[in-house]
């Protein structure tokens, strides 16, 4: 049970936005072998005075459409993590057309008995969902 949460800045149309949801949660499915109902994804659109960065953070041009993507889940290997932020990041300049560096992500895991939500089918032996494939 994943937790998405993007923050943009305000004025993108629905269309933009689906996109942006699309693109993560297909990365999702494809690299952490989540069902395709495992989807649950909140987008804050903030005004440009309460969306501050440094318009060249870590000394690269960003520009105002940078969006920052927060992922919470259980805990998952390095090379799985870094393979969905790449992953991702190839979505998202394919659909909406976002650049590399108008994107920034951070993951936050949590252990595996600090989720619950009502039907949710835990394997006893891992922890996890047991519907999740092999991540």
Known sequence: ?????????SGKDKAYKAAISKSIHQAMIEVMKLPGDDYFQVTCELEEENYIFDPNYFGVPRSPD????????????????????????????????????DIGMIIIETAFENWWVHARAVDPDTGTDSRIGGA
């Open 1 to 9: 049970m994943p937790l998405i949460q993007v923050w943009m800045r």
């Open 66 to 101: 940078f969006l920052m993507i927060r992922l919470s889940f259980n805990a998952r290997p390095a090379a799985v993590k870094q393979r969905l932020f790449e992953t991702i990041a190839d979505n998202l300049v394919k659909s909406p057309g976002l650049r590399r560096e």
